[in-house]
């Protein structure tokens, strides 16, 4: 199979290092781009539409096809972005605890309220968002210390700009791409009172297979074995 795996908010491409490794060794070809607006030369102010169109253009310039598209957290709707520029070079959608918008949302609207407070009240005047290690430690409640605080580490601040930036998603509904959301039911990343993964943001993708394994939100790193085995379950015809 052939992934496109993109990242969620405060990570970078590295972020799939482990399952990419145990992808490719069996066999797979494995795509984890950075989007702008991440990582080390971030831009504060990039749009969401940007955002999008660098994974669009990364399939389009390197020709891929038969892509299984997967998005972690913010990354799904990236991912449902990409899908409407490219669908026919796409085999499935795989949103991974990710956001799924409507037509017109943005990612702020689906931020619950508690959450939304606190990243408004750490924002920079940049208009960036640094996570605390505190409130990252609910993002990996699965993780001992010494792999939490390495994970931590590999963050970067994201930029907020986009995630208030209604989203066109014309057509999402109705694309023929089939679409799977894998869940890792130990995610605690928020209250569950108030946010849940799935059901919650899957409802909106219509009919979709439905893939779960154990672990948090940053399963990609405490288990990337058994996530890159989910993937290729979930991608699965």
């Not at 399952?19 to 494995?30: C, F, K, P, W």
């Not at 946010?195 to 297979?209: A, C, I, N």
């Not at 672990?215 to 288990?223: A, M, R």
Request: charge should be negative.
């Amino acid at each position: 199979m052939r992934f496109v795996l993109v990242h969620g908010s405060w990570h970078d491409g590295s972020c799939w290092d482990g399952v990419r490794q145990v992808l490719t060794a069996a066999g797979h070809e494995v795509h984890t781009p950075t989007l702008p607006g991440n990582g080390a030369a971030a831009d504060p102010t990039v749009s969401f539409a940007r955002t999008a169109g660098a994974v669009a253009e990364l399939i389009r310039r390197a020709d891929l096809r038969d892509v299984v598209l997967v998005g972690h957290s913010l990354g799904g709707a990236v991912v449902q972005a990409v899908a409407v520029a490219v669908p026919d070079r796409l085999r499935r959608l795989v949103f991974h605890n990710a956001y799924v918008l409507a037509d017109g949302d943005t990612i702020f609207q689906h931020v619950p309220p508690s959450a939304a407070a606190a990243f408004t009240s750490l924002a920079t005047p940049e208009g960036t968002l640094m996570l605390p290690y505190e409130a990252f430690r609910s993002f990996i409640s699965d993780a001992d210390e010494q792999t939490a605080r390495a994970a931590y580490a590999r963050l970067t601040p994201e930029p907020l700009a986009r995630a208030a930036e209604p989203v066109a998603l014309p057509g999402f509904a109705d694309l023929p791409v089939p679409r799977s959301y894998l869940y890792a039911v130990d995610d605690v990343a928020f209250p569950p009172d108030e946010f849940r993964w799935h059901p919650g943001q899957s409802q909106r993708l219509g009919e979709f297979r439905l893939v779960e394994m154990p672990g948090s939100h940053e399963v990609l790193f405490t288990d990337p074995q058994s996530l890159a085995a989910k993937l290729v379950e979930a991608a699965a015809d």
